[in-house]
């Protein structure tokens, strides 16, 4: 939309600079402008002040000072963010309160008047471990009005599942339900979440200073927002690798490898329970091939940041995009640049059924020869592409027992789909690619929703089948160091004994030495009945149910869709059984142990 000049109270010169500045704007750039001119305009009284743009109508009062701000958070990403925000925030002089859902009295939501709302989405679609019992009580009958209440909503979410920030999105329909109004419109952020919230943040400081008849000043990252770590998430530490081996004996249908990286010089520390993120590169042959079938030479230059750095077209698709994973926004983006009719039809509303059944087991290389290359340049080309998310291990050491170093176990992924072999971006890259002396560009992923009990003496009963082993060789490593004199039984699971038994000679030891009190194996492919973790679980679930009334914490770390789901109805069903208990109890039994941190899951 052009000013004009005859019906505005500009001059050309003006109407000319306000055309050339207004269309670049963001959104958040207009709120801050609007807040600008309408402090500006109150100040001076010479005229009636203009209503500012997407924030609170003129008739509502000064808004308080006081923001509360509630994390729902699986990984840790979630509760980083919020606290990021809360310290932003106190810096411009508000006064916070920073909580996990988990532990917030929702009694206290009536008396707030500025909410923010941090939240991830876990698995298809549903709230993370410390959200549950805030959301169930949100979306229940005892959920009070909160007519008095500005909230805005940050989501974080991964485009390739299909319910995209579903509890986010959750979240912000129910306040408003409730009467809240929305004191600036929620974000949707994919796995690259930097600059989304970065921008929802000043967004939210730019409509509370409008609110309270301020000039918004912008979001400036000082020194004590930077200080934890000078290698974080967005600049990652480029860790040499020191060993890689295969844990698996011959003959065993896996491949997990045990790669130790050295921290040296990074300043990087972390706890037991905490994740390490890798920015994995894609396999040359496969970009190869894909390079084969689009247009552009791989020397072609394209811009790989907002920064503008420039990388050839076919590092850019090795080291800085996503290719093996296709999301929704992908093939809508390549429908809409290509005029492809029958990929157009593909995405077309109500389709939903088609689009994920074709998204699953294809990759960006499927696309292309399904439907033909799309974008006039490279680069157009590449700005269509998701970035390279980082992989999330969890750490399977101890920092006390070996400083300076960080293990991880990782399950080499390898799939027949399509008619094409697939494999696992950073799994096979470790599996196959990954030599001592090189180095992975790598950040540590705090992760307080995973931690062991701070008191020694507390039994802990970890569940860990295949690579959710991992963990808890650091919880025991930890507790070996401290001399943690509380007891600790371990359930493990996995194919076969003698192949795959993964740090066998170390769970012996550990026995022998009483650092490890109790240790309860399943190997499903050694017997014909197939056996698991849970039916060891049940059959020993008297003795189990004593160290919970003893107060033993339970943690698990694995596969969610499958095991974690089952092993968390079998502690339901020995919970009910030897609790003499009805089922409902026996579920509030458990929800009282993750309230007070003593059921705690790893699982992805």
């Not at 990403?77 to 508000?94: C, I, P, S, V, Y």
């Not at 008095?148 to 599942?161: E, F, K, M």
């Not at 650091?474 to 509380?486: L, M, P, V, W, Y």
């Amino acid at each position: 939309m052009q000013l004009q000049v005859s019906n505005s109270p500009f001059n050309h010169e003006q109407a000319e600079l306000l055309n050339k500045l207004l269309p670049g704007l963001t959104v958040n750039q207009k709120v801050w402008l609007s807040g600008y001119l309408t402090a500006t305009l109150s100040i001076s009284n010479s005229i009636e002040p203009l209503e500012p743009v997407n924030a609170v109508p003129t008739d509502v009062q000064e808004i308080s000072k006081e923001v509360t701000i509630l994390y729902g958070s699986q990984t840790g990403n979630a509760q980083g963010l919020a606290e990021k925000a809360a310290r932003t925030l106190k810096d411009k002089d508000f006064q916070v309160t920073v909580s996990s859902m988990s532990d917030y009295k929702v009694n206290h939501l009536k008396k707030v008047e500025n909410l923010l709302i941090v939240v991830s989405t876990h698995g298809e679609g549903d709230p993370p471990d410390n959200t549950i019992s805030f959301h169930e009580f949100l979306h229940g009958r005892r959920a009070t009005r909160l007519e008095n209440l500005s909230y805005s909503v940050l989501a974080l979410g991964d485009s390739s599942y299909e319910f995209f920030c579903e509890t986010g999105k959750q979240f912000d329909k129910r306040l408003e339900e409730l009467g809240g109004k929305r004191l600036f419109p929620r974000t949707d952020c994919d796995l690259d979440y930097d600059e989304p919230a970065a921008e929802w943040l000043e967004g939210v400081i730019s409509s509370l200073s409008i609110a309270q008849g301020n000039s918004p000043a912008p979001v400036i990252e000082t020194p004590a927002q930077t200080a934890e770590t000078t290698y974080t998430r967005t600049n990652p530490f480029k860790a040499e690798v020191l060993e890689n081996i295969n844990l698996n004996g011959r003959g065993s249908n896996k491949e997990t490898r045990h790669v130790e990286l050295s921290l040296e010089g990074s300043g990087l520390i972390f706890q037991p329970g905490d994740s390490l993120g890798i920015y994995p590169e894609n396999d040359s042959e496969l970009v190869d091939i894909l390079l084969h079938e689009l247009h552009w030479g791989p020397d072609e230059m394209v811009r790989v940041n907002k920064q503008g750095d420039l990388q050839p077209f076919r590092e850019a698709l090795i080291s800085s995009y996503e290719i093996t994973v296709l999301t929704k926004s992908l093939l809508e983006q390549a429908a809409r640049i290509s005029g492809n009719e029958d990929l157009q039809m593909l995405v077309a509303a109500g389709n939903e059924a088609k689009l994920k059944e074709y998204r699953e087991g294809r990759d960006l290389l499927d696309v292309v020869r399904d439907f033909g290359p799309w974008g006039e340049s490279a680069q157009e080309f590449v700005s269509t592409l998701r970035k390279m998310p980082a992989r999330l291990y969890s750490i399977a050491n101890s920092l006390s027992a070996y400083p300076d170093e960080v293990h991880l176990t990782i399950g080499a992924v390898r799939y027949e789909s399509q008619g094409r072999e697939r494999n696992g971006v950073c799994s096979i890259l470790c599996a196959e690619r990954l030599k001592p002396g090189d180095k992975l560009p790598i950040y540590v992923q705090h992760n307080q929703n995973f931690k062991q009990p701070v008191d020694g003496n507390t039994p802990i009963i970890m569940i860990g089948p295949g690579t959710g082993i991992a963990p808890f060789r650091s919880f025991i490593q930890e507790r070996e160091e401290a001399d943690a004199k509380g007891k600790t039984w371990l359930f493990f699971g996995d194919q076969h004994f003698v192949t795959d038994f993964l740090y066998q000679t170390e769970w012996q030891k550990w026995l022998e030495t009483g650092v490890l009190t109790k240790l309860d194996v399943a190997f499903s492919r050694d017997t014909d009945e197939k056996v698991y973790v849970q039916n060891r679980m049940l059959e020993h679930s008297g003795e189990l149910f004593r160290w919970l009334q003893e107060g033993a914490a339970i943690y698990i770390c694995g596969d969610e869709k499958n095991m974690a789901h089952d092993v968390h109805h079998t502690l339901l069903e020995i919970i009910e059984r030897e609790g003499q208990m009805s089922h409902a109890d026996a579920q509030a039994y458990l929800d009282g142990m993750q309230q007070n941190k003593r059921y705690q899951r790893d699982v992805y």
